[in-house]
């Protein structure tokens, strides 16, 4: 509604704005009566002038974003958080929102950054923080780090959010391409949008019709990259044989999948066959430094073969990586364990168990 | 600790002792074989007799009662109960056990080839090419049936549901995995070869090979020696059938159900140091024996690490378990386990997670 304002009626209300007011306390006074009286581009205006002449006011900047933000106007929102947080950096509403608007405005680095200070912040309410790790998500899948974008999403999901664009977001993050939805190539978006789907009802416990979408998925597009792995990934926790040889398709179609490779090692060790998941593990962390998926592995390999400092290595830098990974955490408080540093042991066993029961949520991915 | 074996060899430089032994066997056996039409056939008893012969009793080496050795079920011919609004039976007839649950509706009856447990039975039912957990198992302490573990939340719609909770794929050869042996290979299903219990080279991986080399009169690797595992590594080894900590934790098992899944209990207690032979599963457990159900028979392993020197009990000092390892019943079913969490239980408190 607010956008369908016509040209003529915002320059008469700045107009009409300008020649009234002169003073901050007056424009201070002018705005928040506008405000009040949801008169929202007039009170965007008199903000904008009144921190003009005062920038150290933390009220003005605040209430100049978040109106900005109601009214869809990202950019002047933007630069009204930026200030904002300069002045009070201990607002993760702040922080989020500056966040969301660099997610809308293209800046996705600072973007990603700042969602993660503004969810680090914890007291969001939950429908704000539902979006932003929503936007983290997406954000996260673009970074690369699917793991950790997964776990947002299907947060998300698991609240029965099914709109396209999560559909599209899970479904890139399941395919391990490093894109937001709108950046998706059309010819791609059906395989996306039916890994997608596939994913969410995978995620929300609908099993029959997930594994029905994953072998659609295969069936129509057996070459597209990430359909194999999607799908050996999904089997790993019922048909660890199955799930091997999907593994084994991808890395055929696509060598460089690191992930494919450090998953394939990982059901090798539960299969208690080290050396064969010694070279996929090896093979996983080369491909993708800093992959916090193939140090985990590599570093279960190593366990697998007893060598343990080098594996407690591995494993500390998959969990600084991706500290809200429990699987890390677990692993690591069996490493040390076995390492004898029981002090060690017994932090990532808290770790771990708060993690599991919730007590500590996710923490964001540094 | 040290093995003396070892320490012989690293001493000497010389081959060990544990080599030489295996020579002197394999020589002995190829000596009894000469002059015979086949050589002689070793088995795990051949050598280690005591374990051979009492494993095969205990819990560990019976695993699955199949038909028509399912002894609860002889001496008890019909059980029933109802149980969510259904009537449950299991009958005996010439030989033969049958479970059928039925309601207004009509009734289901399926044969009982798998009664998995000992004092306690659940059956694995097949019906129209699925595996189902029987939703009610025989238990030892009512003599009778009750609602199985786990399934006390289920609510069921019909008589498939009420019969029993359908497993996955991957479950139900857990379940023949760890319950007996030959019914999965390769990961299939072989449920033909089943044979119940767990055998030596379950555990004792390589034994088979060994024992084979040795009939063929050859130096055979000996099997890894499992007392060499401290306690992290024994409560994963133990915990691929009786859970890790990290899969109760993994799959957020909490509550008292979780009661049964010793590794992970034992993990949770303050004592437990995981580089430490004395706190590992088989510092009170022999799995080739019986379990022992006295209670001050556990106090030696206790008192390895809590001597008069240390911080003693202010309460007793004896049957350190029957306090810091409490009985759970688990709600909604008769089943007692003893809790693995060795800790100062306060009265009250609730049953830590």
Sequence with gaps: ?366 | MTDPMIDGFRQTGRPCLATALVAAVCAALAGAAQGAPKPAKVTCASCHRAEAQSQPKTPMGIGIELPPNQQPLETHPKLTVEENGYHYSVERKNGVSSYTVSDASGTLTLPVRYAFGVDNLTFVLEYQGHFYESLVSYYKKIEGLGITMGDDKIRPHDLTEAMGRQTSDQEIKACFTCHGTGGVSQGKLTLDSLRPGLTCEHCHAGADAHMQALTGGKPAPIPRKLGEMAAEEMSNFCGQCHRTWETVVGLRLFGEKNVRFQPYRLANSQCFLGDDKRIRCTACHDPHVDLVREEASYDRACLSCHTVSQKTCPVANKNCVSCHMPKVEVAGTPAVFTDHQIRVVHPGEPYPQ
């Design chain 1, 1 to 366: 509604m607010l956008r369908a304002l016509s040209g003529t009626a915002v320059l008469w209300t700045i107009v009409s704005i300008v020649a009234h007011a002169a003073t901050f306390d007056e424009l201070a006074a002018e705005a928040a009566t506008a405000r009040r009286g949801n008169r929202i581009p007039e009170a965007i205006e008199l903000y904008r002038q009144a921190v003009q002449l005062r920038a150290s006011w933390v009220e003005g900047w605040w209430f100049l974003g978040t109106l900005s933000y109601a009214t869809y106007q990202y950019a002047g929102c933007e630069a009204a958080f930026d200030e904002f947080v300069k002045l009070d950096d201990k607002r993760a509403l702040a922080w989020s929102l500056l966040g969301l608007c660099e997610f809308e405005t293209g800046k996705y680095d600072p973007a990603l950054d700042h969602l993660r200070q503004g969810l680090a912040g914890k007291d969001l309410a939950p429908e704000v923080e539902a979006g932003v790790r929503f936007h983290y998500g997406l954000l996260l899948t673009r970074a690369g780090l699917f793991d950790a974008g997964n776990r947002e999403l299907a947060r998300y999901a698991r609240g029965g959010a099914h709109e396209p664009m999560l559909i599209q977001g899970l479904g890139l993050n399941a395919l391990h391409q490093s894109l937001l939805p709108k950046e998706a190539p059309a010819e791609s978006l059906d395989a996306v949008t039916k890994a997608g789907e596939a994913a969410r009802c995978w995620i929300v416990g609908e099993n029959e019709k997930a594994e029905a979408g994953f072998q659609d998925l295969v069936k129509e597009y057996p070459a597209v990259l990430g359909v194999h792995y999607l799908y050996g990934t999904y089997l790993s926790y019922s048909r660890p044989e199955d799930a091997m040889a999907e593994l084994r398709r991808e890395l055929e179609l696509n060598p460089g999948n690191a992930d494919a490779g450090a998953r394939l090692a990982l059901l090798l060790v539960h299969a208690n066959d080290f050396s064969s998941a010694l070279p996929y593990a090896k093979k996983a962390v080369a491909e993708r430094p800093n992959d916090a998926l193939a140090e985990y592995a590599y570093g279960e390999v190593l366990l697998g073969t007893e060598d343990l400092q080098p594996a407690i290595a591995r494993l500390e830098a998959a969990e600084r990586l991706d500290p809200a990974a429990l699987e890390y955490h677990m692993a690591l408080k069996g490493a040390y364990s076995r390492a004898g540093r029981h002090d060690d042991a017994r932090r990532e066993w808290r770790l771990s168990m708060d993690l599991a029961t919730g007590k500590t949520h996710d923490r964001p991915h540094d």
